[in-house]
């Protein structure tokens, strides 16, 4: 038998079908009993019947499908954005956009590893790292979204949180990186407590907050929103809180509700405007903020809980992470709400 016919008995092998696959062995056997002195014959044919059982096997083992355990081993949800959950154009964030739809690596235990900015060629330093303790879930805990695809969300336990060491500063093309000035931002924390965040202190998004750095630093938890210009535990140090009390303490996000908090900073970094969009409601909710023109660092981006004291940890989950280099007006806020609101149910009390 030449070596064409024998690798063209091996093609067909690897795409027979079941029942032909079988015909193949049941004429491989009878011609290796009727043929004892073809040796080289014997050789392919055996080799054939290897190659068709590795075809059967593909059968009856299908490969697993992207995001699933293999083995206990390491899973990798979509590294790139996925197509039908990004944000219009419009919407883009230029600094930073975190989305649980895609960009998590999680071990085989399901704890989460890193989780990789939406847009990786434009931004490929923008990854967070988690310590111990957070996890994948991929169906939240909401009636709105229970049956929705791509509801994913990073499980804060209470004792994690998710570090980006790259500089905001530094990292992607020129138009994508934060402007550490007195400019104006939009911050977007989409996510749901479970331990209440009026009597619970819980981390949204810190910025420039480190243990040997406290100048330029943006500390927004559940119930303090403030920006620093210097030593907090120096009288010059410029320190500002924005609203605390007013706004976080007296309207303190929701507990085992989806929320969106978004914080814009107008241009010249003079005043500010608080956002929230929830289950259930019919239009956002808004409020005022004092703002003082300090610049914020672009370094440390840290969620879930407080880097430098090592406390504040969030208990709950948290969907999307968005950093924008500009203001984003009502509209614009109410558009990423309604984006999000096939995933969480927000603005989704109807007229």
């Known amino acids: 038998m030449s070596m064409q016919r024998r690798l063209s008995n091996v093609g067909r092998l690897l795409h027979a079908s079941p029942v032909e696959v079988r015909h193949q062995q049941a004429w491989a056997s009878s011609s290796c009993l009727g043929h004892r002195h073809r040796r080289p014959e014997r050789l392919a044919l055996l080799s054939a019947l290897l190659f068709s059982m590795v075809a059967a096997s593909l059968l009856v083992f299908p490969i697993p499908a992207e995001g699933e355990s293999v083995g206990g081993g390491r899973m990798l949800l979509q590294a790139e954005g996925n197509a039908s959950m990004m944000l219009t154009a419009d919407l883009l964030p230029e600094v930073a956009y975190f989305d649980a739809s895609a960009g998590l690596s999680v071990s085989g235990s399901g704890s989460v590893k890193t989780w990789r900015d939406m847009e990786p060629t434009r931004r490929p330093n923008n990854v967070l790292k988690f310590t111990a303790g957070c996890t994948l879930q991929q169906q939240p805990p909401s009636e709105a979204a229970a049956a929705a695809a791509g509801a994913a969300a990073v499980t804060f336990s209470g004792s994690c949180l998710g570090r980006m060491k790259a500089s905001l500063s530094l990292t992607g093309s020129t138009g994508s990186r934060w402007r550490k000035s007195t400019e104006a931002f939009t911050a977007v924390w989409l996510g749901r407590f479970e331990a209440d965040p009026a009597t619970t202190k819980q981390a ?120 924008y280099n500009r203001a984003l007006s009502a509209d614009d806020v109410t558009n990423l709400a309604v984006h999000f609101n096939s995933r969480f149910g927000l603005l989704s009390g109807g007229e």
């Open 204 to 323: 949204l998004i810190h910025l420039s907050r480190t243990r040997t750095d406290r100048k330029h630093a943006l500390v927004w938890s559940s119930n303090e929103l403030s920006i620093s210009a210097g030593d907090e535990n120096k009288e010059d140090s410029n320190r500002t809180t924005v609203s605390a009390g007013e706004l976080l303490t007296d309207n303190p996000p929701p507990v085992n509700e989806w929320t969106m908090e978004v914080l814009v900073r107008k241009r010249g970094a003079e005043s500010a405007t608080y956002y929230r969009a929830r289950e259930g409601d019919r239009q956002l909710s808004s409020w005022p903020v004092s703002s003082v023109p300090l610049a914020i660092g672009g370094d440390n981006l840290v969620i879930g809980g407080d880097y430098r004291d090592r406390n504040s940890y969030m208990r709950g989950q948290v969907a999307a992470v968005l950093l």
